[in-house]
Structure formats: structure tokens, C-alpha cells
């Protein structure tokens, strides 16, 4: 009899009751309703029965540690011999080493956890394949990560599929772009499933498509026009998968909080410590009080969000992934979204990145520069179910206070601001009176960074603003 680390919910016993046993399964949860939790239980159920001894986490950059620090600690029984391994792209003796080690068997379920980007190298891959010997299961977190058929990645990860006895995809929107999308999905878990030997055939099956001409008709391409058969489609996948949905989730607490984190580039790692050392030598030279701390604070804080100004208030843009980050996030979500932003520039940049991937009619913004009559009529489309502005891009000092915006049960922090006022009542504009639905949070961090500092103290009910002092200089900077 297996036992629980953490209690499930209903809709969790539900799609374990479903899928346990399985060879191949879906779980379409949406993000927040504990799809980790479901397979990792899976995966520990497979283990005790002695089934399994091997499993291999894919996940997006931005999720894979927290398998590793936080999903695993918190879910894997104690009672389950474990050993868990981040894949790490490094050359060191050490490394290898210990890769050596933890792939040797020894009676423990042995969790490897990979980025998705790593199997797209030789190196990831080769690691990845030596792992799979033996009794395995792979799960590949937010599955439309490799719906790209072309992909290196994708094309990897499916021929390392067949490896695998047990197989699991995890995501909340199966289909972001078109039904095309499940193709790669579907045959990662069994090529059975579809029954199309090819994404081409999947296609034809599915798709009208046409020859047209490229813009000036200096060659023709295959467009898709229209999709057929999507019912057929369906009925194929409803039996390999199981649908969870925030709103059908009656035990789940009204309000779910998670986090993305996002690592600095090269140039935001080079900017940060030479921001930090002259944060440091600023303050000593002067008394070291709480405006002055909180400008230090800033000043760092918009590097993790990866711009700087300059002395003479020039901004410069710095090389950052967390914008790709807030973009792999939207995909994976369903409904409406508002998103908080706590500088100007960080507004405009996720404005410009919305409106090339989801067109001009799908967002609106609400800040200061945001004209009065505009305001207005970007709550009026954001709230009406009839328009197809789907994304509410503001910041929290303007937005923050006395609008109703329930059309959306997620929120996304993509910089937070530091006063707890602020926060609190950003978050109320989707959690009130209206909201039929429970609400996620997802706050956007840059670890090992101030961005860690404030999120805790935030979550926390601390008041940065008002709390942070000279003291506690060494903590903060």
C-alpha cells in the first residue's frame, strides 16, 4: 500500500487512479493544480512495485531546479530510498565522476533531472541515453516544449522515448498553437496512439494544406489554411490523458503561488557583481540609510530584470532570458492573464514581445502613461469575454489599486515591487468578488539574486520599503 508524503487532492487521487499502471499517459493539468505531484507519485508507486529503478525529469530551464530543491524533498516519501542528480553542462573530473556513480545501481530509485535545452546537445544527450538503461520511466514537463517536430531537441528526446518503459507528458495547454502541436506529444508517449508514422502523415490526416506563394513569389511553401478530423483527433488522445482544470478543483486553496526562475546571462552576471561592489563601497562611504540601501536595491534588481542606467539616465538594455521566460510561461497557460511589471521599460519590452507573438489586439497596458479614457477601455476589453484581449500588462503602482480585473485566474509578477501594500492589493484585483475560479500567482526570479530577497519577504508580509536599515545591509546587497 502506497503512502502518501503529502496528501493528494481529489482531482490528484483521480488521475493517479488513471494512470498509474499505464505505460503512456498525458496529464493536462493546468499550472497550479499539482501535476508534479502526480507524477512524481506515479513514479514512487512504479518504484515500490519494483517496476522502476531509473527516472528521467525533462523540464524548461526555468523549472527543472525545482523538481530538484523543492517538488521532490517535498512529495517523495521518506521511506523511498532516493538519489537525485541535476544534470549540469560541466567538464569537470568531478562531475563526471559523479555521473559515474549515480548511474551504477544500487537498490535506490535514482531522479535525474535535465533542462530541455540539454538535449539538444551531444553531450546531454549521451548522458541521457546512458541513464535510460534499465528499468525507466521519463517524463517531459510542459510538453509543448518539444511540439516541434524539426527541433534537435525534439527529434532527440523521441528516439530516447523508445528507451523508456514508462512514459509521462505534463502540461497545461496541450495545444498552443494549432493541433499540430500534439503530434511530437503523442508520439513521444506511443507512436500507437495517433497511428500516423510520421508528422507529415499526422498532417495530411488533420490539416488542409496548400501551395503558396512566399512574399515576393520568389519561392512556394506548404501553408496550412484549415484543420479536418478534429473530433477523431480527440477520441484518439482522451483515452492516453486526463484533463484538470483550475476551476473544477473544489479543494484547492483559493490562492496558489509558484515560481519561475530564471537564470542571469553572462552579461547580467558581469553587470550584477560590478553593481553590487559599487553598491557596497557607495553605502560604506556614506551613512547607510534606508533610501539609500533601497536605490542600491534597485539599481540591482533592474539588472535581474536585465536593463541598467546609467548615471546620466540613459538605459541600456542588457542581454537577459527573462523575457523568453514570461513568453514559454504564457504558452503554457490557458484563460486570461495579467501580468505586473515594476519598471516602465519592463512593460514596453513584454508589450513589443506579446504583440509579435499574439498580435495587436490581444493585450492592453495600464500604467502611468496610460491615458484616462485608454484605462478604461482596456478594463472594459480585458473583462469582456467577447474581445480577444487576453493579456492585462500594468504595473502595481497604477494598476494596483480599485480596478476589478476576475476575467483572469493568473497572475504573473514579472518584477515585483517592494512595498507589501502594493502587492497585496495587486493581487485582490483578481481574487475578488467576480472570481469564480482560484487564482495562481507566479513570480518571476532571478536566483541567488535580490529578486530571491524580495519574493520571500513579500510572501512573508514584510514590508521592504519600510523594514530594510543599515544593519541589514549585508543581507540585502
Known sequence: MYKFKTEPYEHQKDALKRCWNKESFAVFAEMGTGKTKIALDNACILYNQGKIDRLLVIAPKGTYMNWVDQEIPIHVPDYVEKEVLAWKPSNSEKYKA????????????????????????????????????????????????????????????????????????????????????????????DPEILGQQSYYAFRTRYAVVITANAAGGTHKYQKIVKFKNLSQLGKLVSPHSYRILKKDCLDLPDKVYTKREVELTDEQQVAYKDMKANAMAVLKGQSATALNVLTQLIRLHQITCGHMKTDGGEIINLKNSRLNELMQVLGETTGKVIIWANYIHDILNIEKAIKDEYGPTSYCTYYGATKSEDRQKCIYDFQNKINDCRFFIGNTQTGGYGITLTAASTV???????????????????HRIGQKNKVLYIDMVAKGTVDEKIIKSLRNKVNIAKEISGEELSTWI
Open 98 to 189: 559523479q555521473l559515474r556513480h549515480f548511474r551504477m545501481n544500487d537498490y535506490k530509485l535514482k531522479i535525474f533531472v535535465m533542462n530541455v535545452e540539454a538535449l539538444s546537445t551531444i553531450k546531454g544527450l549521451k548522458q541521457a541515453a546512458l541513464f535510460l538503461i534499465g528499468r525507466s520511466m521519463m517524463i517531459v514537463d510542459e510538453s509543448t516544449t518539444i511540439k516541434n517536430p524539426k527541433a534537435k531537441r525534439t527529434k532527440n528526446i523521441l528516439s530516447l522515448s523508445r528507451e523508456a518503459k514508462y512514459r509521462r507528458i505534463l502540461t497545461g495547454s496541450p495545444v498552443t498553437q494549432s493541433p499540430m502541436d500534439l503530434w511530437a506529444q503523442m508520439d513521444f508517449l
Open 412 to 430: 504573473i509578477y514579472y518584477s515585483n515591487n517592494y512595498d507589501l501594500e502594493k502587492r497585496i492589493q495587486s493581487e485582490d484585483r483578481a
